[in-house]
């Protein structure tokens, strides 16, 4: 099976269309990776196919090899030298798990200092991702596929992609309960394990099927429909790693003010009830979508710093650098041909929440923690 070289397969999950699902596997895979583990990205997302330009490998194809295809190489390990400073308001929310609060309370949103701008090199493992939108001719290129069409490309995918040694491979799904989901697990359950220990016969590890992670907004919309996709855990016998809030408010890059733009806590408050762990609640932050869409590294307003090393206000500096502009436009231009996705993400203000996010999954697939959900739940 092409999974024998993965270790652990974390299924990104959610019953709400919209909720940012390929986002949280992007910054959770680049997080993961950060941390120094090898990571792949499955998409089977099968008519919206997101993950190859939010890596911006859209131009990418996949090649052939004798027993099935290879994945795309996003970044091979590597050792990247330090992250330069970056200045950036707090987020609104930080990690908790088991219902700990740890907000970050509008008044207290006040800009702080990239954690990675250490004077140390990171070592970051692979990343490499599979996504149908490697196969199509084009962006734009719909895909019209009944049921046992979609249900017959996800086996195809799980058994003919040729992952190289993965600690973790994060599958992104559609929303949903349906047919790529219900194929999706059937799979995985028949041709994976529970996490073991050990092994039979001196055979290689089989990879495990760690668990789920459920990704919701605030709102009470959003909480009704992601409410079911616990439930569907709770039926297919998937455990669930725990709860993270996207959307979960919003921080000025300027002045630092929170606004709750969706409401608040809608996430944790269903972990709570079904017994999972919260895993944090994820800001928006407009940096992060500059970044995936154009290349550039994310930068900051309000409080920057001067050559001299001193704080000055962004509008001043922005005036006394209008005559650099064109020299920093192909700068710039530059930055997002040669510049790694993972490099860049290091100075994005959610950088530090995925850290947290990502040790939280990493700690509870080792320690064997991850939920059961009963699936009578309402």
């Known amino acids: 099976m092409s999974l024998d070289n993965v270790k652990n397969i974390v299924l990104v999950l959610s019953g ?22 090898s990571v792949g990205i ?4 099968l008519t919206g196919p997101s993950i190859p330009r939010l890596l911006g490998i859209e131009a990418s194809k996949v090649k052939q090899a004798p027993g099935g295809w290879l994945p795309v190489e996003v970044h091979p390990s590597q050792i990247l030298p330090p992250a330069p400073p970056t200045t950036y308001p707090s987020p609104i929310s930080g990690t908790a798990t088991n219902g700990a609060d740890s907000k970050v309370q509008p008044s207290d949103a006040v800009p702080s200092t990239n954690g990675h701008a250490d004077h140390n ?12 939108a490697f196969l199509l001719a084009s962006r734009s290129s719909a895909i019209v596929w009944r049921g046992p069409k979609k249900t017959a490309m996800v086996r195809q995918f ?29 799979t995985l359950l028949k041709d994976v394990a529970a996490p073991i220990s050990s092994t039979k016969n001196g055979d290689s590890p089989r990879p495990q099927l760690a668990g789920a992670v459920i ?35 919003y921080v000025c890059e ?34 992060w979508g500059t970044l995936v869409e154009e ?35 192909s700068t710039e231009k530059r930055a997002r041909e040669e510049g790694l996705l993972v490099d860049k993400y290091r100075s994005c203000s959610l950088c530090p929440v995925f850290e947290g ?15 059961s959900v009963g699936p009578t739940l309402s």
């Open 215 to 249: 990704v919701t907004t605030p709102q009470a919309v959003a909480i009704s429909d992601v409410r079911k996709e616990l439930n569907f855990c709770g039926k297919t016998g998937v455990k669930v790693l725990g709860v993270v809030e996207n959307m979960s408010g």
């Open 295 to 329: 290349g550039a590294r994310p930068k900051y307003g309000g409080v920057v710093k001067d050559g001299t090393g001193e704080d000055t206000d962004a509008s001043v500096a922005d005036e006394e650098q209008d005559g650099d502009a064109e020299a920093e436009l």
């Open 158 to 186: 799980l058994s003919s992609v040729l992952w190289g040694p993965t600690d973790y491979l994060l599958i992104d799904t559609p929303p949903g309960t349906s047919d790529e989901h219900i194929s999706l697990v059937e």
């Open 16 to 37: 709400k269309g919209g909720v940012g699902k390929s986002s949280i596997t992007t910054q959770l895979a680049l997080s993961l990776s950060l941390a120094g583990h």
């Open 357 to 371: 996010i990502a040790k939280q999954v990493v700690d509870t697939v080792q320690a064997g923690t991850a939920v």
């Open 254 to 287: 300027c002045c630092g003010v929170a606004t709750n733009l969706f409401s608040k806590g809608g996430g944790e408050v269903m972990a709570r009830e079904f017994g999972v762990g919260f895993l944090g609640g994820v800001p928006l932050d407009s940096q």
């Open 121 to 132: 090199p990171t070592q970051v493992g692979s990343l490499h991702a599979m996504s149908l």
């Open 42 to 45: 499955l998409d089977i997302d």
